[in-house]
């Protein structure tokens, strides 16, 4: 055995019996079943060591979420656990939302976003306080028309100014009443 052969057999030679006598286990193939892991952090990470999915708890919120990355590391699914329930949110491939389902109060609400880092939402599907509601909103995220159910469990189509301040006065309001159906529109 050459002195060069000798530099590589015997480093080896030392690993092999070190792991050999330490219970180190250099490859494991096998499946093996755990019944409960305890942590506070799981990260999945794909071959070039990118992570592609964690299951944390985060202790400043006191809550638990589920996040998925895409093979550039941004994040595309969120899956949250809070106080008044839980919500999904998705993300676009620059990572702002885009798409959310949570807890509205004891009823569920589906919004829709821009996509970009302001987060406005654009669209809003909502229980109301008499049935199903529909929000669409202007660039800045303020209401322009709610779709919905009135105190007489008839339709509503309210038509707002696309401000704050206009919200709070609808432009045309069509109402389906017990008798008869009425469009109102604002005074000047």
Do not use: W
Request: proline letters at 2%; charged letters at 20%.
């Amino acid at each position: 055995m050459s002195k060069y052969e000798r530099l590589i057999i015997y480093p080896l030679l030392f690993i092999a019996l070190f792991c050999a006598l330490t219970g180190v286990n250099m490859v494991n193939a096998t499946q093996q079943f755990i019944d409960k892991i305890v942590a506070k952090e799981i990260v999945v990470i794909n071959d070039a060591g990118d992570t592609v999915a964690s299951f944390k708890y985060d202790q400043e919120k006191e809550n638990v979420s589920l996040e998925m990355y895409n093979g550039d590391g941004v994040r595309t699914l969120s899956l949250l656990s809070y106080d008044d329930g839980g919500a999904i949110g998705l993300f676009n491939r620059e990572g702002y939302l885009t798409t959310a389902i949570q807890n509205d109060g004891q009823a569920g609400t589906l919004h829709l976003y821009n996509g970009t880092s302001k987060e406005t939402k654009l669209v809003g599907l909502r229980s109301g306080l008499y049935g199903g509601v529909v929000e669409v909103n202007n660039a800045r995220g303020l209401p322009t028309a709610i779709l919905g159910n009135n105190a007489h469990n008839n339709g509503y189509l309210g038509l707002f100014r696309g401000e704050l301040l206009g919200f709070l006065s609808p432009q045309i309001i069509l109402n389906v009443g017990e008798t008869e159906a009425t469009i109102e529109t604002a005074k000047k």
